[in-house]
Antibody, heavy 122, light 105 residues
Framework: EVQVVGSGGGLVQPGGSLRLSCAASGFTFSSYAMSWVRQAPGKGLEWVSAISDSGGSTYYADSVKGRFTISRDNSKNTLFLQMNSLRAEDTAVYYC???????????????WGQGILVTVSS | EIVMTQSPATLSVSPGERATLSCRASQSVNNNIAWYQQKPGQAPRLLIYGASTRATGIPARFSGSGSGTEFTLTISSLQSEDFAVYYCQQYSKGTFGQGTKVEIK
């Protein structure tokens, strides 16, 4: 059974940093691109960042470029999101998501983590 | 940037009735359209990809159609478990629509 389990959220002050993790199991992690998608309270979905299966290529939404860094450890089946210079508008539930089997696109997702709440507030 | 616009924002439907949700792209997306269902407190679930192909395990009452810039998700006979928020997404670059909430009439 495919599982993606996120961790690492919490309350952080504006300007602070946080690192999210996502542990994957039930599939060959190193064969799939992975992404982070976020959802602000009461709002819609926003793709944040993607990383290729090898980790050699990374992509970011303009809203987080230069502040967030996506990475992965294929030996530990784990995805990361390092978030620096956090702002109030980064407050959201963050989902890790697996690239779907059906397409080579990095942006189609068939399995999602349970969501990690990040709150940026003083 | 491709902008995805969904309508209506809220759709009130009685159980057993048909629901039709619309999604418009600001430019052609080559049928790289997906639909997701999200219930409160849960992660989104992939329903449709390629504009019209159901993902594994998705009931036949869900169908997608459209091409170019206009797309539709139809739920043929709403069940109680179908009341949720639905998002379209163009997966050439990952942009989501703002969502349509399907509520009980």
């Amino acid at each position: 059974e495919v599982q993606v389990v996120g961790s690492g959220g919490g309350l952080v002050q504006p300007g602070g940093s946080l690192r999210l993790s996502c542990a994957a199991s039930g599939f060959t992690f190193s064969s799939y691109a992975m992404s982070w998608v976020r959802q602000a309270p009461g709002k819609g979905l926003e793709w944040v960042s993607a990383i290729s299966d090898s980790g050699g290529s990374t992509y970011y939404a303009d809203s987080v470029k230069g502040r967030f860094t996506i990475s992965r450890d294929n030996s530990k089946n784990t995805l990361f999101l390092q978030m620096n210079s956090l702002r109030a508008e980064d407050t959201a539930v963050y989902y890790c998501a697996k690239r779907a089997e059906y397409s080579g696109s990095y942006y189609l997702f068939d399995y999602w983590g349970q969501g990690i709440l990040v709150t940026v507030s003083s | 940037e491709i902008v995805m616009t969904q309508s209506p924002a809220t759709l009130s439907v009685s159980p057993g009735e048909r629901a039709t949700l619309s999604c418009r792209a600001s430019q052609s997306v080559n049928n790289n359209i997906a639909w997701y269902q999200q219930k409160p407190g849960q992660a989104p679930r992939l329903l449709i990809y390629g504009a019209s192909t159901r993902a594994t395990g998705i009931p036949a009452r869900f169908s997608g159609s459209g091409s170019g810039t206009e797309f539709t998700l139809t739920i043929s006979s709403l069940q109680s478990e179908d009341f949720a928020v639905y998002y379209c997404q163009q997966y050439s670059k990952g942009t989501f629509g703002q969502g349509t909430k399907v509520e009980i009439k």
